[in-house]
């Protein structure tokens, strides 16, 4: 399955997740979209270790991510989202020192499904954190704390849901193969992440470690609890609000 058809279905169940007020319903259709996501990145790599002879073998990719301008507030935490959703998809991450971009390394597909992930939760972790701030809750700490701690939990839980919606698709797809014999999907999956790996050592030019926003941010108990609870409600969906919001990401 091309790219292209990957991303049209995941995007009609995203659109369903969204479209529904039934939050079981939302929960089902965003586990279905992120096994999708997984599914098929493993049956891309059975693909390409059983067509190497026939076609050219795709290999993995740096792409730069915009995350916004520079001196815009907020960068940090749309970083701690992305890097979340990337870790779920087979997705390695490089972080400019100023939070402005991402340099994303994999493969074509996980990487369009990460940016295709990150438009519709971003708006929605974007909303939520307003209208948390809007309502006075977070008082009597400072409006920009209480964002921040808020916006990390929601990352946070984003990361947690995709994770094990992840595990799941992996370990119905490896089946019943175990450590001593692993299935033939184990051993791709094996050789993808040893290829990703070697891609990553070979052309990262990252110097130091990203903290990110944990190192600076005051720690605000009540505005985490309130950000976990809208990253558990959060659907994923591409945006109609934000027109242009994915051509940005590009």
């Not at 979340?84 to 996980?110: E, K, L, P, R, W």
Request: proline share 3%.
């Amino acid at each position: 399955m091309s790219s292209e058809k990957m991303l049209v279905r995941i995007g009609g169940l995203l659109r369903q997740a969204e479209s529904t007020d039934n939050p079981h319903e939302a929960e089902a259709f965003m586990e279905a979209a992120q096994r999708l996501a997984t599914a098929t990145a493993i049956d891309l790599a059975v693909a390409r270790a059983h067509t190497a002879a026939r076609e050219r073998r795709a290999t993995p990719v740096q792409r730069a991510i915009r995350i916004g301008e520079p001196g815009r507030r907020g960068l940090r935490t749309y970083v701690q989202l992305f890097v979340a959703i990337a870790a779920a998809n087979d997705v390695q991450c490089d972080v400019a020192h100023n939070s402005t971009q991402v340099f994303a390394y994999g493969f074509d597909s996980d990487i369009d499904a990460c940016q295709a992930l990150y438009s519709s939760l971003l708006m929605q972790m974007v909303r939520a954190s307003d209208g948390y701030i809007r309502s006075g809750a977070h008082r009597p700490v400072a409006g920009v704390t209480a964002r921040l701690n808020f916006q990390l939990a929601f990352a946070a839980r984003i990361g947690d849901r995709l994770a094990t919606v992840r595990r799941d698709a992996e370990a119905d797809a490896v089946g019943a193969g175990t450590e001593d014999e692993p299935t033939g999907t184990a051993l791709v999956l094996r050789d993808k992440q040893i290829e990703l790996r070697d891609f990553y050592s070979r052309t990262s030019q990252a110097r130091g470690t990203w903290r990110g926003a944990k190192a600076t941010t005051a720690r605000s108990d009540k505005a985490r609890r309130a950000g976990d609870r809208a990253g558990r409600d959060a659907r994923l969906g591409p945006s109609t609000e934000l027109p242009g919001a994915r051509k940005r990401l590009a």
